[in-house]
């Protein structure tokens, strides 16, 4: 039985140094500071933790959020090893107004790309698609659908900011449903009582248990109203049921009232995902304002927790991994509890960013965070690791 190794990080602006008109000019460009000199550190620094992964085993799937443009992409795929045969999946520029995009990074040798496309989230202003790619697994032929999430910001509050994760977790679980629910056209031509056709119910689990696999940087905890109530993200298996158990369940929501029959309850229904992080909690990917939060997430269908088509997910090798880019990588001389020109000791256990020197708009330097020097660290985020077990 072969794994494969799967991860996602948030690499925190992977800009280029060209010049547009939007977006990066307003902070990585070269007069501020962010030239190829520094540009090329920052990839060094990313490709070092991606290759040591999986207990240096490196991913053989990678989904990556705030990658401005495909040659980014492209740039940081060249410092990764070779053996591994990896390619950029269709990088597409969405309409974010920072310039930031999500892509997904596969091996060769395990993977064949059958489709790409981005789900647009119907905002009022621009802002990340979601990606959704549809995979072979060479092994043994299985698919797998995976999405790669970058939601709205926490930036101007979290409350304030909330309606707009919500809004694209809608837009997510649309999309989900998509690949998990047959259209209504087809479902006209089934019998009414679904649950007294084996057929029928065989058709409809068999969509129903299709392998997916989301991944990426939510904004938002597993508990938070847009992942647990608007994307069905539960930490309860005993909620993700099989139709046959769905049309019999005593909670199955029924519209309209006393008229109601299978095939009203199959549209109505929403599907539940499974959400891979709730044993991390307390632990974090991202420290934000007061401590670490965890929202970097691999949440799954039912299909892929139980294994039932050739794919499983496997829940004891979740893993944030912290082992190269913490604070603790640093001179202990760097840290004081007492001293304003050294870092609190509490950073040692949350990402350690990406400082260089920038230019100020009057052409002065700023100055680094205290112990810090010119080109240190990674990411903001941890990267988080998934096993799927191959059967």
Known sequence: MGKVYTSFWNVSNLFDTSLTSIGSDIEFIPSRGWNTIVKNKKIEN?????SSLHKEQGPDLLGLCEVETESMASELLAKLPLEKEYAVADYLDGPD??????????????????????????????????????????????????????????????????PWRIAVAENC?????????IDQKDLENLPVDL?????????LNQKWNRNILLMGDFNDNPYDRSVLNYLHATPDKNKLLNWDEIFYH?????????????KHNYLFYQAYLFNCMWSKIPDGTIHYIDGLDLFDQFIVSRGLLH???????????ININKNTQMDHNLPET???????NKIHPMYKHVPMRY?????????EFEDLSPGRTIFTGYSDHFPIECTIEVL
Do not use: M
């Open 307 to 317: 294994g039932t088509q050739k794919l499983k997910i496997n829940l004891d090798e």
């Open 97 to 162: 107004v920072r310039g930031i995009d999500t892509c997904l990074l596969y091996s060769r040798k395990k993977f064949r790309l059958n489709s790409l496309r981005g789900y647009n989230a119907n905002l009022r202003y621009p802002t990340r698609d979601i990606l959704v790619a549809n995979f072979t697994l060479l092994e043994n032929n299985s698919e797998l659908t995976v999405f790669v999430n970058h939601w709205p910001s926490r930036a101007g509050g979290r409350y304030e900011t909330e």
């Open 46 to 50: 990313l490709a070092k933790t991606i």
């Open 334 to 340: 760097s840290f004081d509890v007492r001293d304003r």
């Open 173 to 181: 679980a649309r999309a989900v449903e998509e690949i998990l629910k």
């Open 195 to 203: 649950r007294y056709d084996e057929k029928a119910l065989s058709q």
């Open 355 to 363: 400082e260089y020197q920038r230019i100020r708009q009057n052409g």
């Open 250 to 262: 005593p909670s199955l929501k029924r519209w309209p009232t006393n008229r109601q029959t299978d």
